[in-house]
Nanobody, 116 residues
C-alpha cells in the first residue's frame, strides 16, 4: 500500500492562489496516474486533474486555464497549482494514485475554502 499525504489547503480570497502537494510514501515513477478529486458539501466527488507517468494531463472543464498539475518524481510528489480561485472551488481535495495491480490509493483530503 502507498501512503499519500496532502498539504497546502486553507482559506483564500476569490482570485487568490494556492498550491496543493501530495507526497507519496514510495517511488511514483511507475504509477499509472496520479491526480486530484474534490468533493463539495452535498455534491459527488469529481475529478479535477490527473497526470500520467509520462506527464500527460487531463483537467475538468471547470478548472482549465486556472489549475496546473505537475509531478516531481525525485520528490515522489504531485502538485496542484490553483490560480484565480472561485467560491465554487471550495471543497475537500483528495489526492489519488493508480498503480498497476495494486489499484487506487487515496489521501486523507485537504480543505480548500474560497471566500471573502
Amino acid at each position: 500500500q502507498v501512503q499519500l499525504v496532502e498539504s497546502g489547503g486553507g482559506l483564500v480570497q476569490p482570485e487568490g492562489s494556492l498550491r496543493l502537494s501530495c507526497a507519496a510514501s514510495r517511488n511514483i515513477f511507475t504509477f499509472n496516474f496520479m491526480g486530484w478529486y474534490r468533493q463539495a458539501p452535498g455534491k459527488e466527488r469529481e475529478l479535477v486533474a490527473r497526470i500520467t507517468s509520462g506527464g500527460s494531463t487531463v483537467y475538468a472543464d471547470s478548472v482549465k486555464g486556472r489549475f496546473t498539475i505537475s509531478r516531481d518524481n525525485a520528490k515522489n510528489t504531485v502538485y496542484l497549482q490553483m490560480n484565480s480561485l472561485k467560491p465554487e472551488d471550495t471543497a475537500v481535495y483528495y489526492c489519488y494514485a493508480d498503480r498497476p495491480i495494486s489499484g487506487r490509493s487515496w489521501g486523507q483530503g485537504t480543505q480548500v475554502t474560497v471566500s471573502s
